[in-house]
């Protein structure tokens, strides 16, 4: 963990199981991580820069690996809800790093965005999901997605580079499907 301003805060419930995880947190901001009970978060960083910046992770969620990064911009974060799941090299954003200006007016183009993933999310291997996204409750983003847009649907696929909603009406289990017996009574 590294504090790189003043109140700088990390909060992280119990228990948890972390493995090669990095907290880097910048003035007046925070990372909060729910508890991890069954899931676990692995080789993992978290960079929260800039001023009054947030991750908030929900309970049980957890992280094979990859990072979560909040530009030098102020006010934004990550929030991410409870029971989700993240394959591994998942990349997160609220920044594109550089500036992108109208050659006319001078005026920023890329401003920095919040991102919201909620409840019971899985993305799969390599997913990206940029600034200003927001990803529904129940939802599955497939491996090598680009996510760079708000769906306001839950409960679907999502996937393609740039991504797109592509099933309607699914949820998802972490049971592997050869155990996935319904009852249909």
């Known amino acids: 963990m590294k504090f790189l301003g003043k109140s700088a805060y990390i909060e992280i419930h119990k228990p948890y199981t972390f493995r090669n995880v990095q907290i880097e947190v910048g003035t007046n901001s ?16 978290f960079y929260v820069h800039g001023k009054n910046n947030y991750i908030e992770i929900g309970e049980n969620t957890h992280m094979r690996g990859g990072q979560i990064i909040i530009g030098h911009d102020t006010n934004k974060g990550v929030i991410i809800g409870k029971n989700c799941m993240f394959g591994s090299h998942f990349d997160i954003r609220t920044s594109d790093s550089h500036t992108i200006y109208d050659l006319n007016t ?10 919201i993933i909620g409840d019971h999310v899985w993305l799969g291997h390599a997913v990206k999901v940029l600034k200003g996204s927001v990803i529904q409750s129940n939802s599955v983003i497939g491996t090598g997605s680009l996510v760079t847009r708000k ?20 949820n998802w289990d972490k049971i592997s499907p050869n155990k996935y017996h319904p009852d249909k009574s």
């Open 30 to 45: 925070k990372v909060i991580i729910g508890s991890t009970f069954d899931s676990f978060i692995q080789n993992t960083k």
């Open 106 to 115: 001078l005026e920023l183009i890329n401003a920095d965005e919040s991102v």
């Open 151 to 170: 769906f306001n649907e839950p409960n679907v696929v999502i996937g393609g580079h740039p991504a797109k909603i592509i099933k309607h009406s699914i």
